[in-house]
């Protein structure tokens, strides 16, 4: 067993890309389940585990996380634990421990410890050369270990940078969320009541005041979707993406979303239709599907022509159920097809100029991320965009949230 200064509370694993875990490096925890060969995931307390599958997403995008509270099961107990991460080509090692530092620390040792081995395998190549004849110079072993000790140092100061990094990151996202919670209430009153003027005395009024009060209207309706989609965005963005998964009807709940955007689809006189076959009840969050679906299908009307039509589609595929929404609208460029799913990533207007957030495509690949689905699109310059959903028939029921 590896001895470390943090050995008092802590665990280290070696994971590849996937979370399988290959070498446990530290576990004085006695954490059950974990052992070569296991999944990272199941070591987790059931309700952190789409949050672990989010930690595992974030590392292996970044590069390196720092201090992810997630909870692990002990036996009958639930410890909070502190994560890091850092990446190594197609490794991933993991340390936690019971707070922050203790977790960075035991990572740094972790990078020492194998800095040391790497000087023992040096050296042992340097005495099977000499034994052989060879005899380099010393000047070549000085230098990759004076090249292994900067990789070392850089890797430490990365992590500090992490840190760093993520610090700001939660207090751009606390003030976001405070700021959206304090403007929609009066957005919403803007819109409620020229909502009631344009009903109420609309007919009794010229044609440019019609027009002043339909253009509040339109405004402030924009504002508190923009609103709303960053208080979802500053809740993804901590960790806090809540799922209540039950078994869903998606035929059922794809009708109803349908008949619903058919009044706003009726406006530039565009048919939405559906097609799909015979599907079980799949175990999904109801209303976080729907805004999946909602929101593909505002895009896909604000995006095609009049007289158009939309097309969307629901099938079994293999262990999983795809989801697609067809437009014939006038599709997307390459060069902007990479960067869709960022925050605040805004393409052209729609048809009749209607604004987007930029936000929308995110919320919804975090969405679906969540449930271990796949998001993707394929799409032609005046022909068309079709955005595919893929998510998997069966599921751990106990996933049931995220903390």
Same mark, same amino acid.
């Given at each position: 067993m590896i001895q470390t200064e943090t050995q008092a509370r802590g665990l280290a694993l070696l994971c590849d890309l996937q979370g399988l875990i290959q070498k446990v490096l530290l576990n004085n925890l006695n954490l059950p389940e974990v052992n070569p060969g296991q999944l990272f995931l199941r070591i987790v307390d059931d309700a952190s585990r789409t949050k672990a599958m989010n930690f595992l997403l974030e590392v292996k995008a970044q590069g390196a996380v720092l201090d992810w509270e997630i909870n692990v099961s002990s036996g009958e107990a639930v410890i909070p634990l502190h994560f890091t991460a850092g990446r190594s080509g197609d490794s991933l090692l993991i340390t936690a421990g019971t707070n922050g530092q203790r977790s960075a620390r035991l990572y740094e040792d972790m990078l020492r @410890?194998?800095?040391?081995?790497?000087?023992? /395998?040096?050296?042992?190549?340097?005495?099977?050369?000499?034994?052989?004849?060879?005899?380099?110079?010393?000047?070549? $072993?000085?230098? @990759?270990?004076?090249?292994?000790?900067?990789?070392?140092?850089m890797q430490r100061e990365l992590s500090r940078k992490n840190a760093e990094l993520k610090r700001l990151n939660d207090l751009k996202n606390q003030f976001l969320g405070m700021a959206a919670h304090d403007l929609r209430n009066p957005l919403q009153a803007i819109l409620s009541y020229s909502d009631f003027l344009l009903d109420e005395v609309g007919p009794k009024l010229d044609a440019s005041q019609v027009e002043f009060l339909s253009t509040i209207r339109d405004?402030?309706? $924009?504002?508190?979707? /923009?609103?709303?989609?960053?208080?979802?965005?500053?809740?993804?963005?901590?960790?806090?993406?809540?799922?209540? /998964?039950? =078994?869903?009807?998606?035929?059922?709940?794809?009708?109803?979303?349908?008949?619903?955007?058919?009044?706003?689809?009726?406006?530039?006189? @565009?048919?939405?239709?559906?097609?799909?076959?015979?599907? =079980? =009840?799949?175990?999904?969050?109801?209303?976080?599907?729907?805004?999946?679906?909602?929101?593909?299908?505002?895009?896909?009307?604000?995006?095609?022509? =009049?007289?158009?039509?939309?097309?969307?589609?629901?099938r079994p595929e293999g262990d999983a159920l795809l989801l697609s929404v067809q437009d014939e609208g006038c599709g997307i460029p390459p060069e902007q097809m990479a960067r869709l799913f960022q925050p605040f990533q805004r393409g052209q207007k729609g048809t009749r100029g209607e604004k987007s957030t930029g936000l929308g495509l995110t919320i919804v690949k975090r969405i679906v991320e969540g449930h271990g689905g796949r998001l993707w699109l394929e799409s032609r310059v005046d022909v068309g965009t079709t955005f595919f959903v893929s998510l998997p028939l069966q599921r751990d029921e106990k996933m049931v949230s995220s903390q």
């Open positions: @410890i194998n800095n040391e081995q790497a000087d023992q /395998l040096r050296s042992a190549l340097k005495d099977k050369a000499e034994w052989s004849g060879s005899r380099p110079g010393n000047n070549e $072993y000085d230098e @990759i270990s004076r090249l292994n000790n900067e990789l070392v140092t405004q402030s309706k $924009y504002m508190a979707q /923009l609103v709303n989609d960053l208080l979802d965005v500053s809740a993804i963005e901590s960790g806090r993406l809540q799922l209540e /998964l039950q =078994p869903v009807d998606l035929v059922k709940l794809a009708q109803t979303n349908l008949k619903r955007n058919r009044l706003i689809a009726a406006r530039k006189n @565009i048919s939405l239709d559906l097609q799909t076959e015979l599907l =079980p =009840p799949v175990l999904l969050d109801a209303s976080k599907i729907e805004q999946v679906l909602d929101n593909l299908l505002t895009n896909a009307i604000k995006f095609s022509p =009049p007289g158009s039509r939309v097309r969307v589609g629901l």
